[in-house]
C-alpha cells in the first residue's frame, strides 16, 4: 500500500463533532506554578520537611505521635518484663513471641519519634506521667495465660487507637498516615499472635 500524503493524513485523521480534528491533550495542571513553588519553599527553610501545603494542625498531629509513642515504649516494657517473667513447659515459644513483638514494638517507637522530629515537635520520653500518656495499660500479669492475654487486650487497644488517628489524619499528611497504616497491620498480626497462642495455654 503506497504511503499516505500528507493531505491524505489530514483527511483520515479522527475528526470532532464540529469536523475540526480534537485538541492535543494539554499538560497535567495537577502542579502549581513551578516559579511560584520555589519561591514559596525557600520561605522558612528552618522548618525542614514541612512545606507551607502541608494540610494537618501540625500540633495536634504531635501531640497524637506523642500518646503513640508512650503506647509504644509500655508495650515494649510491658512484653521484655513477660518474656524474662514467662515460666512453665510451654513458656519457650510463648516467651520468643514475646520478644520478637518488644522488639517491633521498639522499631514503632523509634519511627513515631523520628516523625515527630520531621514535623518540628520534640518526642516526650519522661517517664514521669507515661503511663498515664499511653493507650494501653502497663499489666504485669502473674500466669502465662494472664501475660498473654493483657498482651492481647493492649494489641487490641493499640489497633482501635492508630484506627482513629489514620482517620483523623487522612490525606492532610499522607506520610504519617502511611506510617501509622504500617504500625497497625503490625500491631493487627501481633494481636493475632497473641490469640493463638491464648487459644492453646489451658487455663
Known amino acids: 500500500m503506497p504511503a499516505q500524503t500528507a493531505t491524505q493524513a489530514r483527511k483520515s485523521a479522527p475528526t470532532s463533532g464540529n469536523g475540526r480534528a ?7 495542571g495537577f502542579l502549581s506554578d513551578v ?15 514541612v512545606t507551607p501545603n502541608y494540610g494537618a494542625d501540625r500540633d495536634k498531629v504531635v501531640a497524637l505521635l506523642n500518646a503513640a509513642l508512650a503506647t509504644e515504649i509500655v508495650c515494649v516494657l510491658r512484653y ?5 517473667m514467662a515460666q512453665g513447659i510451654a513458656s519457650d515459644s510463648v516467651k520468643a ?3 520478637e513483638h518488644a522488639g517491633e514494638e521498639q522499631e514503632h517507637a523509634d519511627e513515631i519519634a523520628e516523625r515527630i522530629c520531621q514535623l518540628g515537635g520534640e518526642p516526650d520520653l519522661d517517664p514521669e506521667g507515661l503511663a498515664s500518656r499511653s493507650h494501653s495499660e502497663y499489666v504485669a500479669g502473674t500466669s502465662l495465660r494472664e501475660m498473654v ?5 493492649a494489641e487490641r487497644v493499640a489497633i482501635e487507637s492508630y484506627r482513629e488517628m489514620i482517620n483523623y489524619i487522612g490525606d492532610r499528611d499522607t506520610t504519617t498516615k502511611r506510617m501509622l497504616e504500617h504500625i497497625l497491620a503490625v500491631e493487627e498480626e501481633h494481636a493475632e499472635d497473641m490469640n493463638s497462642l491464648l487459644q492453646g495455654i489451658k487455663d
Open 80 to 84: 521484655k518484663r513477660h518474656y524474662f
Open 35 to 49: 516559579k511560584a513553588l520555589r519561591e514559596r519553599v525557600r520561605q522558612h527553610i528552618d522548618e525542614g520537611a
Open 22 to 28: 480534537p485538541a492535543a491533550p494539554q499538560e497535567s
Open 149 to 153: 492475654r493483657e498482651d492481647l487486650i
Open 97 to 99: 513471641e514475646f520478644l
